[in-house]
């Protein structure tokens, strides 16, 4: 979800909501399965933009669209299927309009100024490079700024750094992000081992620092495992996503308020930094005609092949397109 539908959901979950509990008529397009339209106190409500689909907690087919309407309200549509009566030819279910989400106006209260609280500036740029606030965020800046207090105390930090980051989260968006050390300019090497170490390097003397995190006790880890799990199955409901929205909102709060020490344990090293790679000619593989950097083509028998090729992944020169 997007950075202002996060907002929505934090409103769900503290129920800043206008309940309305209605039967309402809802003018649905099967082919794009979503609501175009339904009317609530004698208007007709067009629907702009569908933000989220969840499984109702009524009966099991039940759906929820939370969708916003042209006059810029938020609500959420329920679709509740009940059991058909033998005599009747009608559709079992009906439509619910369940709430409308209050917006910033109706909401001036303290606790909107506090949320924004959250987002220190340093924050808030990484923020606006990733697109939200959520825990790996917090752990990749602050493995940034661990790192370099550590290695200022060593050496001056002139010249290049290099980072190598075991896990493919989104604490490697606020390295880039801060360290200027990107997959593009090589200067973040990626392995994707699934774990929180990072290892910061200063290219001229290889002199580094090896951060990994260390364990952290949330109190609410059953509930956010069962919540991750629901959403994963598809099986959540608005409520769920919502609940879940907070919890990761606690998170965040927690990790930014733990000192960084107690965030990662560190060691000080000293290694070769990577090799940045300067070659850019490019040749055909001899198989699928594709260009290929030089040094990533791969000989077999005299061919020169791409390593799709070669491990024989491409198996027709249609498979290429994707739809
Ligand atoms: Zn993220
Ligand atoms: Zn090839």
């Known amino acids: 979800m997007s950075i202002k539908n996060v907002e929505i959901l934090r409103s769900i979950d503290k129920k800043e909501l206008e309940f309305i509990q209605r039967s309402v008529k809802v003018d649905y397009d099967n082919r ?3 609501p175009l339209s339904f009317s609530h106190q004698n208007r007709e409500h067009k629907v702009t933009e569908l933000l989220g689909t969840f499984k109702g907690d009524l009966s099991s087919r039940d759906i929820s669209y ?10 959420l549509l329920y679709l509740h299927f009940h059991d058909p009566s033998p005599q009747s030819f009608l559709c079992p279910c009906h439509w619910i309009l369940d709430f ?3 917006s910033d106006e109706e909401m001036m209260f303290f606790f909107k100024e506090e949320r924004k609280m959250l987002v220190n500036m340093q924050l808030k740029r990484v923020v606006d490079f990733h697109g939200h606030l959520c825990p790996d965020l917090v752990i990749g800046c602050k493995a940034h700024e661990l790192a370099m207090e550590r290695l200022s105390q060593k050496e001056k930090l002139d010249g290049g750094l290099i980072v190598i980051a075991e896990n493919k989260t989104s604490a490697l968006d606020a390295i880039q992000c801060l360290s200027g050390c990107t997959l593009g300019n090589q200067r973040l090497k990626v392995h994707d081992f699934g ?5 910061f390097l200063i290219s001229r003397t290889g002199l580094g620092v090896k951060l990994s995190l260390k364990e952290q006790s949330f109190k609410d880890k059953p509930e956010y495992l069962e919540l ?21 909102d606690e998170r965040v709060k927690l990790l930014l308020s733990i000192r960084h020490d107690a965030l990662f344990d560190t060691v000080i090293t000293t290694r070769k930094p990577p090799r940045t790679e300067t070659f850019t000619d490019l040749a055909q593989c001899d198989r699928c005609r594709d260009l290929v950097l030089k040094s990533r083509l791969v000989n077999i028998k005299g061919f020169s092949m791409c390593r799709q090729c070669s491990s024989g992944l491409i198996l027709s020169s249609t498979d290429g397109t994707c739809h």
């Open 100 to 102: 409308r989400v209050l």
């Open 66 to 75: 939370l969708v916003k309407t042209q006059d810029g309200g938020t609500y």
């Open 195 to 199: 774990k929180h170490k990072y290892t």
């Open 228 to 248: 991750e799990e629901k959403a994963e199955k598809g099986e959540a409901t608005v409520e769920d996503i919502a609940r879940f929205q907070s919890l990761l």
């Open 32 to 34: 794009l399965q979503r």
